[in-house]
């Protein structure tokens, strides 16, 4: 994700930080989940690290601790597995998300994943088989698991108006 996605002033997200803040009674909420190991949990997508001759197969749960440990060694990543939805139970904050919408509408709900976009598809769908209907549009893959790639997002998300979030997800540096 870059800053300069869909046409994103940076600029303008720490020109609005930069102002004082102010009390504002017009709370405009959102709330935003990951999606592997929080919305879902114990899916059966992998990843595939290569170097050299050698590829190591990475489940979604061992990605946040293996993947930057292996990308730090030189691997390269395949993530083509991530663009469906294999498996998986209802993870730890689906229920949340189910709250989450009650609480701010369907429309103010997000999903933000180091999948890749074409993942939106089979998110959204998963997602229905748990009685969850977002609008596809608030499904954003990031195709990149870098903390700072989910808070260029967020910020952009500011920029938009939101002022009241909620954001979960399962790896720590995010």
């Known amino acids: ?8 002033d940076i600029s303008k997200a720490f020109e ?4 004082p803040l102010k009390y504002d009674k017009n709370k405009r909420g959102m ?3 990951d999606f592997d190991e929080t ?3 114990k899916g059966k997508n992998f990843i595939i690290a290569k170097k050299d001759n050698e590829e190591i197969k990475i489940s979604s749960a061992d990605w946040p601790i293996k993947g930057p440990e292996l990308d730090k060694q030189g691997y390269s990543f395949d993530f083509t597995d991530f663009v469906n939805v294999r498996g998986g139970i ?3 904050l689906l229920q949340k998300m189910r709250n989450q919408i009650k609480k701010y509408g369907p429309d103010n709900v ?10 939106a598809v089979a998110i959204h769908e998963w997602l229905k088989t748990k009685n969850i209907n977002i ?8 195709a990149n698991s870098t903390g700072d790639a989910k808070a260029a997002w967020i910020l952009n998300k500011y920029t938009e108006g939101y002022n009241d979030m909620y954001f979960v997800d399962d790896a720590l540096p995010n």
Request: glycine share 6%; proline share 8%; hydrophobic share 35%.
């Open 1 to 8: 994700y870059s800053l300069n996605k869909n046409n994103f």
């Open 16 to 19: 609005k930080i930069r102002t």
């Open 31 to 33: 709330s935003t989940f």
């Open 39 to 41: 919305l879902i949990d």
């Open 90 to 92: 209802e993870g730890p």
């Open 110 to 119: 997000f999903v933000l994943t180091a999948r890749p976009q074409e993942a």
């Open 135 to 142: 609008p596809f549009e608030n499904i954003t893959g990031l």
